[in-house]
């Protein structure tokens, strides 16, 4: 039987990522550890309830979490191999193909090392973010290589169910592929229409909707970080631009086709309906129901009350602020058959409820 045992656990860099690993391995009962290359990261860490910042023996560690950027995971994992010799090594960044090649190519004994990568993060860095439930029901996927030891992937798949994520694996190259797709391209989508804004003017801007939003929300994000993943990915990032840059031009050839648009408007619906929804399973029709809120202390509170006593779950919600008025819109999507009786009850409470 292969022992599996984690604790303690040494996690070297305290971003938000780290430091909720931390969290949560700390809340499910394990001994953990931090460092970072800034002592007051550490610090602010180790008072969010991500670890200790205490030393321990090298001999002692079972396992090293390394989450740091992607410009010095090589040679932080290939430094925790050499320091930490009973320790399996794993890495939290957002590229393997690359971190592999460069310590394959530094020709140490990887067999205790498994690359790994939580698909769970935020436009906000930093300690001080961190929180214990960042990675519950979210995909964490394992990418062992030809010698990862068997000791080793499954501690990283023990640490990925302790913070209650959904564990999938797959080879280095297959991943950088995949988060091309639906990670590193949408990020740059988000920033090009982003820093389209910069040209518009303001009078424009003021018209912007929550659609608007919702595309640009993501470039928000630090482009430092996303630099360093852009670039160590970009050879799977150009394909998948290259193949956008097709369809863009073939966008542009019709669009004085009414049917053609429309073709590539379905095509993208259809497309939205290929993703998850709620529990992973496929992504069902809901009703929406908008109801007008005002801006003032307590009144989403009151709102959820009145939706609760109207006995309809609520599958999802969004809020959308208007300019010219201190109000909001909630929109809230239920079941089809509810959402007559709740927007009835939503009225008899005093609510308005918008078409």
């Known amino acids: 039987m292969i022992d599996v045992r984690i604790s303690p656990v040494l996690i070297i860099g305290t971003g938000l990522v780290g430091a909720s690993v931390g969290c949560a391995l700390t809340?499910?009962?394990?001994?953990?550890?931090?460092?970072?290359?800034?002592?007051?990261?550490a610090l602010v860490?180790?008072?969010?309830?991500?670890?200790?910042?205490?030393?321990?023996?090298?001999?002692?560690?079972?396992?090293?979490?390394?989450?740091?950027?992607?410009?010095?995971?090589?040679?932080?994992?290939?430094?925790?191999?050499?320091?930490?010799?009973?320790?399996?090594?794993?890495?939290?960044?957002?590229?393997?193909?690359?971190?592999?090649?460069?310590?394959r190519a530094g020709g140490v004994d990887l067999s205790r090392y498994c690359g790994s990568h939580p698909m769970a993060g935020s436009q906000r860095v930093g300690p001080l973010t961190a929180r214990a439930d960042l990675f519950e029901e979210r995909t964490w996927i394992v990418t062992p290589h030809d010698n990862s030891s068997a000791k080793a992937v499954l501690a990283v798949q023990r640490i990925a169910d302790l913070c209650g994520a959904r564990v999938i694996s797959?080879?280095?190259?297959?991943?950088?592929?995949?988060?091309a797709q639906v990670?590193?391209?949408?990020?740059?989508?988000?920033?090009?229409?982003?820093g389209g804004l910069l040209e518009l003017p303001v009078e424009h801007l003021r018209l912007a909707g929550q659609g608007l939003?919702?595309?640009?929300?993501?470039a928000g994000s630090d482009p430092g970080m996303w630099t360093q993943i852009i670039s160590a990915n970009a050879s799977a990032?150009?394909?998948?631009?290259?193949?956008?840059?097709?369809?863009?031009?073939?966008?542009?050839?019709?669009?004085?086709?009414?049917?053609?648009?429309?073709?590539?408007?379905?095509?993208?619906?259809?497309?939205?309906?290929?993703?998850?929804?709620?529990?992973?399973?496929?992504p069902a029709d809901y009703a929406q129901?908008?109801?007008?809120?005002?801006?003032?202390?307590?009144?989403?509170?009151?709102?959820?009350?009145?939706?609760?006593?109207?006995?309809?779950?609520?599958?999802?919600?969004?809020?959308?602020?208007?300019?010219e008025r201190e109000v909001g819109r909630l929109t809230v999507l239920?079941?089809?058959?509810?959402?007559?009786?709740?927007?009835?009850?939503m009225q008899a409470a005093g609510w308005t409820v918008r078409d």
Do not use: C, W
């Open 289 to 323: 129901v908008v109801v007008e809120i005002p801006d003032e202390p307590g009144a989403l509170a009151r709102l959820f009350s009145d939706i609760d006593k109207a006995g309809v779950n609520v599958e999802d919600v969004a809020i959308d602020h208007e300019l």
């Open 213 to 218: 939003r919702d595309v640009t929300r993501i």
């Open 170 to 179: 797959m080879a280095a190259g297959h991943h950088d592929e995949a988060v």
């Open 183 to 194: 990670s590193h391209v949408p990020q740059l989508m988000s920033a090009l229409v982003g």
């Open 27 to 41: 809340r499910a009962g394990l001994e953990v550890h931090l460092q970072d290359a800034s002592p007051t990261h």
């Open 45 to 103: 860490a180790a008072s969010r309830g991500a670890g200790t910042i205490d030393p321990i023996d090298p001999e002692d560690v079972n396992l090293v979490v390394v989450a740091a950027p992607p410009r010095v995971l090589a040679p932080l994992i290939e430094d925790a191999l050499a320091t930490y010799p009973n320790a399996s090594v794993t890495d939290t960044g957002s590229i393997k193909g690359v971190v592999l090649a460069q310590l």
């Open 334 to 345: 239920v079941d089809p058959g509810r959402a007559p009786s709740l927007r009835t009850a």
């Open 237 to 282: 990032v150009r394909t998948e631009l290259e193949e956008l840059s097709e369809d863009l031009q073939q966008l542009i050839s019709v669009l004085d086709d009414p049917a053609q648009v429309t073709a590539f408007l379905d095509r993208g619906r259809r497309g939205t309906r290929r993703l998850p929804g709620k529990h992973g399973a496929l």
